[in-house]
């Protein structure tokens, strides 16, 4: 007997490549090694879903510019996204702040606390790279600084630093704020002219895995 496709498949096939291609029209067209460029071709930690990673520093001003776009991006992410930061580890004294994010991750507070790491080195000054300040500023916005000090000082967090340190290396990180999606492509606010563009580029580029994952799939 043959068999049949249910109608609202095909229905269904069509309304997406319909939505898709409005997106891709609205979409702000890229420009290889110009508005992004490809790095080695990197692990995805879950393949079926499009991988974005915010690589960044807290002492970037360039990150700390684009953190209230990211954020307002984060509420309108795409449900086939998944999203993750890395602090970018380039040289030693970089350590101490990827230590505070990995502190802030593992209590659970990056949500509530990330902006305000940004606004305590950038907008009140603190030198947030050292142990008392920042045992101070956790003990301020409610976590005992005994508490802070020890995950901050911890193994786990010593390795998560080296991985992030091997990732700032694997993905060619050469700047902050960079933007990985999907493992390979790879936009910064220097690449984009301004810190802005950059959420435009990051959803073109999502556009461009999309149509590329479309395409593999109808051959």
């Known amino acids: ?4 496709r249910p109608p609202c498949v095909g229905r269904l096939c069509w309304l997406l490549i319909l939505a898709f291609i409005a997106l891709t029209a609205t979409a702000q067209p890229l420009t290889r090694d110009a508005d992004y460029r490809l790095i080695p071709r990197q692990p995805l930690e879950i393949p079926e879903r499009t991988e974005v990673i915010d690589f960044f520093f807290y002492a970037c001003p360039h990150c700390n510019e684009l953190e209230p776009f990211f954020e307002r991006w984060l509420q309108r992410k795409p449900a086939d996204v998944v999203f993750r930061r890395v602090p970018v580890v380039r040289h030693d004294s970089w350590a101490p702040l990827a230590k505070i994010y990995y502190t802030l991750e593992a209590i659970g507070e990056v ?4 902006g ?22 956790a003990e301020k916005h409610g976590i005992p600084r005994d508490k802070f000090m020890a995950i901050y000082r911890g193994d786990e967090t010593r390795k998560k630093v ?18 990985v999606v999907d493992g390979r492509y790879l936009t910064s606010s ?21 149509q590329q994952r479309l395409e593999k799939n109808v051959k």
Not at 1 to 4: I, N, V, Y
Not at 202 to 208: G, M, Q
């Open 111 to 114: 949500g509530r606390l990330h």
């Open 116 to 137: 305000a790491v940004y606004r305590a080195y950038h907008v009140d000054r603190l030198a947030i790279n050292q142990e008392d300040v920042i045992a101070d500023w």
């Open 162 to 179: 080296e991985r992030a340190r091997r990732m700032t290396l694997d993905y060619d990180i050469q700047s902050t704020p960079s933007i």
């Open 190 to 210: 220097g690449m984009t002219n301004g810190v802005p563009q950059v959420i435009p580029a990051l959803d073109a580029l999502i556009l461009l895995v999309r």
């Open 1 to 4: 007997m043959p068999t049949t």
